[in-house]
């Protein structure tokens, strides 16, 4: 009997980054299915623009937090490295200083909970396609 290979921690957080993307992505977009990028203002087809992160990838706790994530063009998340003083202003003092705080939180996420999370946007991802 061949034994059943799971996939990878790196391969989940993959999938989950993937998944969570495009959620929200399509989730800030109108009815044409355009993103406004909320550093710059430019407007972009959904599959076009990035999904940009206040607080970093790297804070496990913030990641993949519906809050933390808005659609912002290539421009700004990447060649301006992701714009935060105008990021913060978009939030507002008191959702950016809440991120701050949350984001030094350590958290560590079981492969099942990154499987449930996929599993949860992909059904609020299929709703919006």
Same mark, same amino acid.
């Given at each position: 009997m061949p034994k059943i290979k799971k996939p990878s921690r790196? =391969?989940? @957080? =993959? %999938?989950?980054? +993937?998944?969570? *993307?495009?959620? @929200?992505?399509?989730?800030? +977009?109108?009815?044409? =299915?355009?993103c406004v990028c909320i550093t710059c203002s430019k407007v972009f087809f959904w599959k076009e623009i990035q999904a940009g992160h206040f607080m970093s990838r790297k804070h496990y706790s913030t990641r993949w937090s519906e809050e933390n994530v808005k659609p912002q063009c290539c421009g700004c998340n990447v060649f301006k490295y992701g714009e935060q003083? %105008?990021? *913060? @202003?978009?939030?507002? %003092?008191?959702? +950016?200083?809440?991120?701050y705080l949350k984001s030094k939180e350590i958290v560590k996420y079981s492969n099942v909970d990154i499987i449930e999370m996929i599993e949860t946007y992909s059904k609020k991802l299929k709703k919006l396609l």
């Open positions: 790196s =391969k989940l @957080i =993959k %999938k989950l980054d +993937a998944v969570f *993307s495009q959620y @929200i992505r399509l989730s800030n +977009a109108d009815n044409d =299915k355009n003083y %105008k990021y *913060s @202003i978009f939030l507002g %003092k008191r959702l +950016a200083e809440e991120l």
